[in-house]
């Protein structure tokens, strides 16, 4: 007879008779059978505290993570150092080389890279530049090298390339785990369909970030994809007489345009944007039918601030930029359900990254958001597996939920790091 069911049958006859009457009952008449029998309780209470304990400490997940972006192999590494993870799937729908040929280029600032060093991320390994205690490299290196540390550690792992994570897939899943259980960890960035096909509702909050913006892109292949910091222009100056009388008036006291240059020098990006005010130019530029305002501001600015090792934006590459027409309000867009229990299938739902935030616009900084979500993530896998109750289950999950808002809200407070005051 197993630990475990002789504790159960000790447990139903204690609960059937009631422990004390027993004791009563039998010290009344047989002293000796008494103290015997309140050995033997003793006894099975140490053995059944001892036993959930142990069962406790023990309990192991499985884990499922969709999407090999930059957040799915960060889940990945902690997933992988963490002792309550017996097995790691990585389903990414690309091919492997596709992930490291991303071109685009992502910004860390020191927040994440304290948290990615927690990790045994080496930013001495990975090609990039650092400025002001950021640092920049490109999407697919990065995700190179995340998997390269991935594959040193000494985890039961299987990643599936070439591989859509798809309704198919997620029955079989069901069907052999045998209600054991187990956690997804949905990573597959904005475009990803997982979450509703698991059931997550698809509404999203829409929150002002309280600024305006216009963004504009440049593509120069004859460049390398080098990464480069970014230049940064606080309390910018727009000049547009050339535009008309309406554009003139001093507005000294408002808070001002911050101008920003980043990307690699093959796909450069431009942004501006200002803190939403009564401003008489930030009105007109958000109303502005005349698409060549803001592409002329663009043109001109990247020309004054542009790196010594690029070329000024000419007027025929200026009219082939990608540029928006007019300013437009900066949202910031979050999923109302990122957490979920699926109780069918015994299996946890936690949404990260891209997937559960975005906003409308690249300040270069969005990447830094989803590490602030994976802050919890240790933990949050820790307290799953100590939950032996259903009650403690949704209060793990409500706490994940409290991070998830905790992270919105920080980055409304601080994330456009926007100046406020002129
Ligand atoms: C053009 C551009 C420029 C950017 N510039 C910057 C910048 O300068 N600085 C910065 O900080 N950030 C920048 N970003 C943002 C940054 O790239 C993202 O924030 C980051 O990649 C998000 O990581 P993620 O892991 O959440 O999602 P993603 O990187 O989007 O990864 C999602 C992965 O999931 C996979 N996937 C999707 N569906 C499935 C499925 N059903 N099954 C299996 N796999 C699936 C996809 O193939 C993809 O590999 C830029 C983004 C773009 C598009």
Redesign the pocket.
Known sequence: MSSEQTANILTECIERQGMMAVADNLSSHFPETAIVTVVVVCCFVATKSTYEYIKKRNRKLDLII???????LTTAIIAAQHSRISKITL????PKQN?FLRP?????DKRSIHFLKSLMIDFNAIEGCWQNDRFYTR?GTFQEHLLEILKKLDANLEIKFG????GEIMRSISKNQNKKLGMIVV????????ASLLGLSDEYILCSCNAYGAMASLDRMYHKHVAVPETSKHNFKLDLSAFGSEYRQPELSKPTFRFKI??TYR?R?LTLSCPKNGSNVLRQLRITSDSSVIRHIFQESFNSYRTKHEKKISDMEAISMHCSRRMTEIKLSYRRENVALIEDENLIVSV????TR?INF?T?????M?FRGLESIHQFITDITMANKKDLLIETLTQKVRHSQKVVDEFLRNGLSIPIHG
């Open positions: 969709v999407g090999s972006g930059p957040i799915g389903y990414e729908s690309k992930l685009q280029q992502i910004s860390l999407v591989c859509k994570f798809t990573c597959d960035g904005v475009r990803g369909d997982t980043f990307g796909h990006y990260e990254g891209d997937a975005t690249h270069g900084f969005e990447v830094n989803g």
